[in-house]
C-alpha cells in the first residue's frame, strides 16, 4: 500500500440477516486483510450472508460465542465491500515456499469499507461501551459494525517537509460506499435504547424493530435483565 490510514469512522448497528441482504445485495465483497490466492478476484457474497445468519441465529437464541468454535462465523468480522471493483488492485503473485501455491496481497489504490463486530460491555460503575475487544469479551458480542478511515497519508512524497500527503477520506470516491450503506441502515432502524433495573440506557447503535425483539434474548440482554 501507497498509504496508511489515520483515525476510523465507525458505524454501530443490529439487524436481521434478511435486513442485511437487503441493504449489501449490490455491493462486492473483498478480501484485504490476508493474502488470497492468485487468482482471486472476490469472495461470494452468499459465504458471507450464510455466515451472519449463522451468527445472528446463535445471538438471538442467546448462545454465548466462543471464538475458536465459531472462527467461521466471526470471518464477517474482516470483510471488504465495494461498489466496484476498479480500485480493489493486488500485488503481483508470489509463491508460497511451504505449499507451493501461488498468492497475493491486497494493494488497493484507496481504503474501502471493512466490517467488525462490536460488544456492549457495563463496568462496574454502570457505564455502558461499546469499546471493549470482541476478542477479550466474545460472550458480549451484539452486532455488526462498517469502519472507514478519516484520513490517509501517502508515503513516499516530497510535497511535505516530512515526506507524508494527508488527504481526507471525505473527497475519496470509496467513501460514498460508507455513506450508503449508513444511510440505507438509517432508513431502517433507529437509536437502541434499554433499561436495567432503573437505568435508562440510550445509544448510537442502530437497531431495526425486528432485530429490536431479538435484542431481548442476546447474552448480553439475559445476563444484565435488560427491560424492554
Given at each position: 500500500?501507497?498509504y496508511?490510514?489515520h483515525?476510523w469512522?465507525?458505524f454501530r448497528?443490529?439487524?436481521?440477516p434478511l435486513?442485511l441482504?437487503n441493504?449489501?445485495?449490490d455491493?462486492h ?11 482471486y478476484?472476490e469472495s ?14 446463535k445471538l438471538?437464541s442467546?448462545?454465548?460465542?466462543n ?9 464477517i468480522?474482516?470483510?471488504g ?5 476498479k ?6 503473485s508470489?509463491?508460497d515456499?511451504?505449499d507451493g501455491?501461488l498468492?497475493?496481497?491486497?494493494d ?5 469499507v ?7 460491555r ?5 457505564k455502558?461501551s461499546t469499546k471493549?475487544?470482541?476478542v477479550?469479551f ?9 469502519n ?13 517537509e516530512?515526506?507524508?500527503?494527508i488527504?481526507l477520506?471525505?473527497?475519496l470516491?470509496?467513501?460514498?460506499v460508507y455513506?450508503e450503506i449508513r ?5 431502517i432502524?433507529?437509536n437502541?435504547?434499554?433499561?436495567i433495573?432503573d437505568?435508562d440506557?440510550k445509544?448510537?447503535i ?5 432485530a429490536r425483539?431479538?435484542f431481548?434474548?442476546f447474552?448480553f440482554s439475559k445476563y ?5
Open positions: 500500500m501507497k496508511y490510514t483515525l469512522n465507525s448497528f443490529i439487524v436481521t435486513e441482504k441493504v449489501l445485495k455491493f465483497f473483498v478480501t484485504f486483510t490476508r493474502r488470497v490466492p492468485a487468482d478476484i461470494d457474497r452468499s459465504d458471507f450472508f450464510e455466515r451472519y445468519n449463522t451468527f445472528y441465529d438471538s442467546g448462545q454465548k460465542l471464538l475458536r468454535q465459531d472462527a467461521e462465523i466471526v470471518d468480522a474482516t470483510a465491500i465495494a461498489k466496484d471493483l480500485k480493489c488492485t493486488y500485488s503481483e508470489f509463491q515456499i511451504q501455491n498468492y497475493k496481497i491486497s488497493f489504490e484507496e481504503p474501502q471493512g466490517t467488525n463486530l462490536f460488544t456492549l457495563i463496568s462496574d460503575d454502570k455502558l471493549y475487544s470482541y477479550q466474545p460472550e458480549f458480542i451484539v452486532g455488526l459494525e462498517i472507514y478511515p478519516k484520513k490517509i497519508i501517502f508515503r513516499d512524497s516530497v510535497s511535505c516530512n515526506g507524508d500527503v488527504k477520506c471525505t473527497e470516491e470509496s467513501y460514498e455513506t444511510e440505507r441502515i438509517k432508513g432502524t433507529k437502541l435504547a434499554f433499561k433495573s437505568k440506557y445509544t448510537t442502530r437497531v431495526s424493530e425486528s425483539r431479538d431481548l434474548n447474552y444484565h435483565r435488560v427491560i424492554e
